[in-house]
């Protein structure tokens, strides 16, 4: 008795189990689907490229001519200084009517200040502008936005820029090397932009 109940048991487990089981492996695969699944809108390929389209859009809408062309060509803006004292104690002196310093603009890099006339390197003035507005956390902004809100910050109000900064000496995140093959390279772009400047200006008429 107790053997055919045991036989019997058994036999109905079975049963269920096979008419159960496809169920259950159909839901297990759906939860597994699930887990994998990514959002359309958590990634997107193509989100970084249009935000630094927009963000060159922008850029180039709130700069001049020259310092738009001078991104576009080289990849950072200088700034002149504004600064009576400059940037630093005892560097004041005013040569050939030119600025005193200036600084070189770089997307998440520190903000190098120099001497236009010697390139003399002067310091790192190192600032963040975190981007809060999107939706997934990103600690940067696009690299045209960052080279724009340091723009807007030398430009509005230079002297609380300096102040809020961390100052290095140079060469402690920028190399020193490539700042100056930088200001080589920003003087032969002046001086090939001058040139194409005079070959398209009308000639003055004969007297």
């Not at 359309?40 to 850029?59: I, K, M, N, T």
């Not at 997934?136 to 900064?165: F, H, N, Q």
């Not at 490539?178 to 772009?189: G, V």
Request: hydrophobic residues 40%.
């Amino acid at each position: 008795m107790l053997l055919a109940l045991s036989a019997t048991l058994i036999v109905v487990f079975v049963l269920l189990w096979e008419v159960t089981w496809p169920q259950i492996s159909e839901a297990l695969a759906r939860r597994r689907a699930r887990r994998q699944l990514i959002p359309v809108d958590a990634f997107d390929p193509g989100r970084e490229r249009r935000a630094e389209q927009r963000a060159r859009q922008l850029l180039r809408s709130c700069v001049n001519e020259e310092e738009w062309a001078m991104y576009r060509d080289l990849g950072f803006i200088r700034v002149w200084g504004g600064l009576a004292e400059g940037p630093e104690p005892g560097v004041s002196e005013q040569t050939d009517g030119g600025a005193p310093y200036a600084y070189l603009v770089y997307p998440h890099k520190p903000i190098v200040a120099y001497l236009p006339q010697t390139r003399q390197l002067l310091n790192e003035y190192c600032v963040e502008f975190p981007d809060e507005t999107r939706p997934y956390g990103s600690p940067r902004l696009p690299d045209s936005d960052d080279v724009l809100a340091k723009w807007m910050a030398l430009t509005g109000d230079e002297r609380r820029l300096i102040a809020s900064s961390n100052m290095h000496l140079p060469g402690r995140q920028v190399d020193p090397k490539q700042a100056r093959r930088d200001l080589w390279r920003l003087s032969e772009w002046e001086r090939s932009r001058l040139a194409r400047e005079r070959r398209s200006a009308p000639s003055s008429p004969a007297t």
